[in-house]
Nanobody, 124 residues
Framework: VQLQASGGGLVQTGASLRLSCAGSGPSFSSYIMGWFRQAPGKEREIVAA????????YYADSVKGRFTISRDNAKNTVYLQMYSLKPEDTAVYYCAAEWGTQWPKVSGDEYDWWGQGTLVTVSS
């Protein structure tokens, strides 16, 4: 599967932003989808993940209650709705896909396909 992330930008603290990740190829609903981020000088970290049909979700503690992951398998797209953004959310955000049967998958090493990344900058 090929992934194309979009929706990043420069926003102020407290603003909202929605990221999208469009997948190409068959059987998009067979993939667990995840959003990761990497801030300058920091390691990549999981932000959120969503199961095949979207019935299960996982969130990093740092974004619980502020971010929402969702997917539309008819459109081969996964979303990350971000609310109440903070400067510490500044990072390059990547979407990723993994074909598998285990849930959840929260390590980047467990994902085989990656999008190109979209930059989110939150100014204070």
């Amino acid at each position: 599967v090929q992934l194309q992330a979009s929706g990043g930008g420069l926003v102020q603290t407290g603003a909202s932003l929605r990221l999208s990740c469009a997948g190409s190829g068959p059987s998009f609903s067979s993939y667990i989808m995840g959003w990761f981020r990497q801030a300058p000088g920091k390691e990549r970290e999981i932000v959120a993940a969503i199961s095949w049909a979207g019935s299960r979700t996982y969130y990093a503690d740092s974004v619980k209650g502020r971010f929402t992951i969702s997917r539309d398998n008819a459109k081969n797209t996964v979303y990350l709705q971000m609310y109440s953004l903070k400067p510490e959310d500044t990072a390059v955000y990547y979407c990723a896909a993994e074909w598998g049967t285990q849930w959840p998958k929260v390590s980047g090493d467990e994902y085989d396909w990656w999008g190109q990344g979209t930059l989110v900058t939150v100014s204070s």
